[in-house]
């Protein structure tokens, strides 16, 4: 006989045919036998298949998103010491030699950036100031490529 161990399912062979014994909440269902106990039977390895594919779909997707991903990588620079004050500063990213796009705006002299593993990155900045005037942009960052670690211990 068979045990479910989530609702408390009792499938048994008796007489030759199969049993299906549901049971929810401490209460008992009427089993079922004959014919319906294969469509049952049938559904139930239909179920346990689906839940199996979903386990092992959500580890596969789990693992590839765990290589994928990276630390986030802290860039600093100096502030401009002429001109007018910086408001913020335009922080340009070229990905694997692309072409440079502005990504986002930093109020401060730093910048943390989510890299993923395998990807060349570099960066520059330009302050802008109150008027929203902006400066030149900074020499590009030296050239940043995150590699996978080697395995950890089991």
Known sequence: SLRGSRN?????CEGGSLVIVASRGGRSR???SG???????????????L???????AGVFSVAGAVKDAQPVHYVWTAPTEGSPVVFYRVQLSRNDGEFAVIDSA???????????????????????AADRQGPYSIPS?????????????
Do not use: C, F
Request: charged share 20%.
């Open 51 to 57: 839940l199996l594919i979903l386990v092992l779909t």
């Open 8 to 12: 408390g399912s009792t499938i048994r």
């Open 107 to 129: 109020p401060t002299t730093s910048y943390t950036l989510a890299v993923e593993w395998g990807d060349k990155y570099v960066i520059r900045v330009a302050g802008v100031d």
């Open 35 to 49: 014919p319906h106990a294969m469509d049952s039977l049938r559904l139930y390895r239909r179920l346990a298949i």
């Open 30 to 32: 009427p089993p079922v």
């Open 142 to 154: 030296e050239p940043y490529t995150p590699e996978i670690p080697p395995p950890s211990d089991p």
